[in-house]
C-alpha cells in the first residue's frame, strides 16, 4: 500500500484543564475527499488546524506525505486552507489573492499569470482577475478562496466550514462543485462540517468525531448503514435508539431483549451487556411483510409531510422514547392514529459503544 | 399654497436653531479670518478691507516662518513616530498573548485622560531630572505622549479576529512573518493607520500647553502666537491664525477624503 497522504499518530491536545482531543489515530488515503463531521466543540476542527500548522498537539506526530511536519510551521508544510470567512486580502485585487501563494513560492510573474488564470478558469470566474474583492458576492468569494488554496498545488486541501455562510441552494451546488474540483484536480480533500447531510454527498469517507475522539469512519453508506456507535448512529440522519441486553450469542449473531421484543440481529457482544439497537425511521413499517416481526401498537403524535415521505413520531406504550417513522408519500397519516409497527431485524444494527 | 407656508412657517425654528447653533460654532472664527483682511492696524469693526496687507506681514516675517517650519517638522516627526510606536503596541497585543495584557493596554490609553497641562508638568519635571535641554525634540516626545494612546486604540480597534485570520491565510500560503506584516497586516489596515497619522498631525499642529512649557528658544507656532499676543491685537495675529486654521481644515479634509473614500470602495 502507498504512504497516506495524511497520518495522525496518537494525536492528545490539551487547553489547559480542558481535553480538546485524545488517542486519534487516522490516517488518510492520497487522493481521497474525507469529511470530519461533528457538533460544535467536538474537535474536528482542532484536528483540522493541527493539520494545517496552526495548533501545536501537545502529544503525537502528524506526517504528510511520509514526512514528519509536526514541528512544521504553516507556511511551509504542503497544505492550505479555505477559512469558513474566506480570510481573502480585501486590499488585493483577485489575481493578486490567487497568485499570492505563487508568489511567496518565488514564481516569477511571468509564469503566475497563467497559472492563476487557469485556477480562476477552474472555479468558473475567469473574467473577473481585474476586480476587488468587495464587488463579488459570497459564493463567489467562497470559490477565490479554493482558488487560492488550490493554485500552488498543495499536497492536502483543509477546508473549514467552508459552505457555512452560504444559503442553502448555493451550498448543495457548491457542494456538487467541490466535489467535481476534487475529482478533477485528484488533491486529498480534507473537510470539516457539522452538516451531516453535506457530509453524505461530498465525502468519499466520513470521520465522525465527538468529544475529541473518532467515533466512526467510513464511507457514507457504511456509516448510515452500519453504525459504529451510538452517537454516530445518532448524528448521521434521523435515528431511532432501542436501549436493549444482550442475552445470548448464536454464531456471528446476538440476541437482544428490549421492551420492544427479542430479536436476534448480526454483530457480537458479551451476555448481558447493555447494547442498543439502531433502527432508521424509514426501516419501520405500518403493515406485516417478508421477515418483518411485530414491534406493538403505537399512538401518532406528530405528523408533517416532507414531500417525499411523511415523517411521524410514535409513542409506544412499552418504550419511554418515541419512535421516528416514514411513511410513504400517499399514506395520509392523522395525529392520533393508532398505527402497527413491524420491522426486520436484518434492518437493525447492534450497537455495543 | 397657504399649506405649504404654513409647512415653512412651522419649519422656521427648526433653521433658527440651526443657525445659531452653527453661529455660536463658526462666528468667532468667522470674524477672525474677516479682519485678517483688515485694511488698517486694528482688528476691530468697521471692516475697511479686503486686503492682503498682514498675510504679506506674516510671510515675511523671520520668526513666524520659523515657527512654522519647526510646527511642520515637529507634526510630522512626532506623529509619525506616534503611528509606528502604537501599531507596534497594538500588534503585539491584538496578536500575542501577553502576561498583564489587560493592565499594559489600561496604561497604554490611560494619557487620553489626563490633561495636557499635568502631562506637560510631568515631562519639564523629568526632562529637568534627566538634565534633558527644552528643544523641539522634547516638544516631539510631548507629542507623541499625547498621541501615541489615540494611534494605539484607532489601530488596535481595527484588529480583530477577521483580520487575525486573514494574517493566518497569509502564513498558510507560505508568507513569512516580515512578509505578513509587509503585504497584508500593513496595507490592510492602511486606512485606520493614515487616519491616526493625520489626527495626530492636527493634535500637534494645534497643540500648545505642552509645547510652551518645554520648548525654550525654537518654538512651535502657537507658541510664537502666543508671544505675538502679548504685545497686544493686530490683524497680523489674525492672518497667522486664519492660516493655522487653514492647514488644520485641509488636514482633515485630507483624511476625510483619503480615509471615508477608501472605506466605501
Redesign the interface.
Known amino acids: 500500500m502507498s504512504t497516506p497522504a495524511v497520518e495522525f499518530r496518537n494525536i492528545a491536545m490539551r487547553f489547559g484543564e480542558k481535553v480538546a482531543l485524545q488517542d486519534i489515530d487516522l490516517s488518510i488515503e492520497e487522493g481521497s475527499f474525507v469529511v470530519l463531521l461533528g457538533p460544535s466543540g467536538g474537535g474536528k476542527t482542532t484536528l483540522l488546524n493541527i493539520l494545517g500548522g496552526f495548533l501545536q498537539p501537545s502529544a503525537g506526530q502528524v506526517l504528510i506525505d511520509g514526512r514528519d511536519v509536526t514541528q512544521v510551521a504553516p507556511a511551509r508544510r504542503p497544505t492550505t486552507t479555505v477559512f469558513q470567512d474566506y480570510a481573502l486580502f480585501p486590499h488585493m485585487s483577485i489575481a493578486a489573492n490567487v497568485g499570492f501563494g505563487l508568489r511567496m513560492r518565488g514564481v516569477p510573474k511571468a509564469q503566475r499569470v497563467p497559472r492563476v488564470e487557469k485556477a480562476l478558469e477552474m472555479v468558473g470566474l475567469g473574467h473577473t482577475a481585474l476586480r476587488r474583492i468587495h464587488e463579488l458576492s459570497g459564493g463567489q468569494r467562497q470559490r477565490i478562496a479554493l482558488a487560492r488554496a488550490l493554485v500552488v498545488e498543495p499536497s492536502v486541501l483543509l477546508l473549514d466550514e467552508p459552505l457555512g455562510a452560504l444559503d442553502m441552494k448555493l451550498r448543495r451546488q457548491m457542494q456538487e462543485e467541490l466535489k467535481a474540483i476534487q475529482k478533477r484536480v485528484g488533491t486529498t480533500f480534507v473537510h470539516v462540517t457539522h452538516d451531516q447531510e453535506e457530509a453524505m454527498a461530498i465525502g468519499d469517507v466520513i470521520v465522525v468525531m465527538n468529544d475529541g475522539s473518532i467515533e466512526d469512519r467510513g464511507t457514507p453508506e457504511r456509516i448510515y448503514l452500519q453504525p459504529a456507535s451510538r452517537f454516530a448512529a445518532n448524528f448521521m440522519g434521523e435515528n431511532n435508539l432501542i436501549e436493549g441486553q444482550a442475552t445470548r450469542s448464536e454464531g456471528s449473531c446476538v440476541a437482544v431483549t428490549t421492551p420492544i421484543g427479542d430479536f436476534t440481529v448480526p454483530g457480537t457482544a458479551h451476555n448481558g451487556a447493555r447494547v442498543a439497537l439502531s433502527l432508521r425511521p424509514e426501516h419501520l413499517h405500518p403493515d406485516a411483510g417478508q421477515g418483518r416481526v411485530s414491534l406493538g401498537q403505537g399512538s401518532v403524535i406528530e405528523a408533517g409531510f416532507f414531500g417525499t415521505h411523511h415523517q411521524c413520531t410514535v409513542t409506544l406504550d412499552t418504550l419511554d422514547a418515541p419512535l421516528k417513522l416514514r411513511l410513504p408519500q400517499k399514506r395520509l397519516v392523522q395525529v392520533g392514529e393508532t398505527l402497527a409497527l413491524h420491522a426486520d431485524p436484518a434492518d437493525m444494527v447492534l450497537l455495543t459503544r | 399654497m397657504a399649506r405649504s407656508f404654513i409647512t415653512a412657517l412651522r419649519a422656521l425654528p427648526v433653521w433658527l436653531y440651526v443657525v445659531l447653533l452653527y453661529g455660536f460654532i463658526f462666528l468667532p472664527v468667522g470674524v477672525l479670518v474677516l479682519f485678517s483682511f483688515q485694511e488698517s492696524r486694528l482688528p476691530i469693526p468697521p471692516f475697511n478691507g479686503p486686503s492682503l496687507r498682514w498675510y504679506e506681514a506674516v510671510f515675511a516675517d523671520a520668526r513666524l516662518m520659523a515657527a512654522l517650519g519647526n510646527s511642520i517638522a515637529v507634526a510630522l516627526t512626532s506623529s509619525l513616530a506616534a503611528v509606528v510606536l502604537g501599531f507596534l503596541a497594538a500588534y503585539s497585543l491584538a496578536r500575542h498573548r501577553l502576561p498583564g495584557a489587560a493592565l499594559l493596554q489600561g496604561f497604554l490609553t490611560a494619557p487620553l485622560t489626563v490633561s495636557y497641562l499635568i502631562i506637560a508638568m510631568g515631562l519639564l519635571i523629568t526632562f529637568n531630572q534627566l538634565g534633558v535641554p527644552k528643544s523641539l525634540l522634547t516638544v516631539g516626545i510631548g507629542h507623541v505622549v499625547i498621541n501615541l494612546p489615540l494611534c494605539f486604540a484607532i489601530l488596535y480597534s481595527q484588529m480583530g479576529a477577521?483580520q487575525a485570520?486573514?494574517e493566518?491565510?497569509?502564513?498558510?500560503?507560505?508568507?513569512?512573518e516580515w512578509?505578513v506584516l509587509g503585504?497584508?497586516t500593513v496595507?490592510?489596515l492602511?486606512p485606520a493607520l493614515f487616519a491616526s497619522f493625520f489626527l495626530s498631525v492636527t493634535f500637534s499642529w494645534d497643540e500648545f500647553i505642552i509645547a510652551f512649557m518645554v520648548s525654550r528658544f525654537d518654538v512651535t507656532l502657537p507658541v510664537e502666537i502666543w508671544s505675538m499676543l502679548r504685545t497686544g491685537l493686530n490683524p497680523k495675529t489674525n492672518a497667522i491664525g486664519s492660516f493655522v486654521f487653514l492647514i488644520s481644515i485641509a488636514t482633515v479634509l485630507v483624511l476625510d477624503l483619503v480615509v471615508f473614500r477608501s472605506r466605501k470602495?
Open positions: 477577521h485570520n486573514i493566518r491565510a497569509a502564513r498558510d500560503l507560505g508568507a513569512r512578509q503585504l497584508v496595507p490592510m492602511w470602495a
